[in-house]
């Protein structure tokens, strides 16, 4: 490879990252903003958060065609493949969180103009606090190519799910408690579960940053914590 | 490439199709015995499935390797990256869509011990009724290379998306009626909305067939009617 082609292929490497960054830096505005929009009842916001959702599409439209290209164009191998089809993975994995966000922007508008309890929305801040931080941490990660970070990432997924657990049951409650809250509180289960999600999908970067660093997958099994499906007399739910 | 080189090329080809197939086989199995075992309430059923679902990743990762070593050995340019990127992309669908399955059946286990009325089901029944030979449809598109075949599929996601509708709105009725069919509702709320999100992503294959096929996205935008989000006053609610 000439002096000048191999000056081009870095470039557009970086470039890459740089698309990456700019995807997860919207995704992480566009969650946040999302959960602003439901729980301040703001459609107009929610609104927002929905159509620059169509942002997020289009850079990943545009990451996976470079990628294509790159791949027809250089020919990559080794260490560069894993960097580029890294990429093409968590392109995919940003536009499903982005997706996710944007469904929970799109509960406002069911859930604008009802009276809710306002402590309600506690555990889903607190869910959305921790889930924003460990996309923030995952994003510097991977422009860091820091494989430490990463793991502790993969780590901490393990209290989202706590957190859903008890929002999960929390929720239940209220509904059992007063019939008029049922579709309000449905509506904050699934964005409960959207959230989860997200915490899963911001795993799934950080095992591809473990692997774009080591070559190697993380050994032990994901923390999996989601245990609303277990059975409801389950003697670990008591008190 | 000498013909030699050609002939192991163009069998690793039909290898990564023939992979394919056993995943998308084994996940629409897991699908349907998934639902069985929810309906039935039939545990045992359910923990194969969880168990089998261990199976369907083993095989997303067998793909993975093979399309980074192809891509890495091979070289591949035009028509054939499309297939083997294609072939990535379906591969990464088709884990999502066992996940789900393996989702339905988990619910098995916080309800299998739970009375509920058996007409409740009906509405879940015909959503994963279709959602399997959707699943069906897409594989076999797929195979073919059948472009119309998968654009039937993507069309008619629609219908998946309103009977979720019809679904959602059943089931918060029963939760208002009785709250002690809350907690069981709820899991089949989850279950509902896994099996649109099935649907999703098999419409997500076949726009890759359609790529594949016609190497154009499909022109117009995906259908998409969960109006579940929509205000809960919405006048379309009404009668």
Excluded at 13 to 35: C, P, V, W, Y
Excluded at 98 to 108: C, E, M, P, V, Y
Aim: glycine content about 6%; hydrophobic content about 40%; some cysteine.
């Amino acid at each position: 490879m000439s002096q000048h082609v191999a000056k081009a292929y870095r470039e557009e490497l970086l470039l890459l990252d740089h698309k990456i960054a700019q995807m997860g830096g919207l995704t992480e505005h566009n969650l946040g903003r999302a959960f602003d929009a439901l729980s301040n009842q703001d459609l107009q916001l929610a609104e927002h958060v929905i159509l620059s959702d169509k942002e997020i599409d289009r850079l990943q439209v545009d990451i996976e065609s470079q990628v294509i290209q790159m791949i027809a164009l250089r020919g990559p191998l080794a260490e560069d493949l894993r960097h580029i089809l890294g990429a093409l993975k968590i392109t995919g994995n940003l536009e499903r969180i982005g997706d996710l966000a944007k469904n929970i922007a799109k509960r406002s508008r069911a859930t604008a103009t009802e009276q809710y309890p306002k402590p309600l929305m506690g555990g889903l801040r607190n869910m959305v606090d921790l889930a924003l931080s460990q996309l923030k941490d995952v994003l510097d990660a991977y422009a860091d190519r820091n494989a430490d970070l990463a793991l502790s990432v993969w780590a901490r997924d393990e209290q989202i799910d706590a957190m859903y657990n008890s929002v999960f049951r929390e929720l239940l409650t209220y509904m059992m408690e007063d019939p008029r809250n049922i579709s309000f509180c449905t509506h904050l289960l699934f964005g409960a579960k959207n959230i989860e999600r997200i915490g899963d999908h911001t795993t799934n970067i950080a095992e591809t940053i473990h692997f774009l660093v080591h070559g190697t997958e993380i050994s032990t099994d994901r923390p999996k914590n989601d245990d609303t499906t277990k059975p409801a007399n389950d003697p670990r739910d008591q008190g």
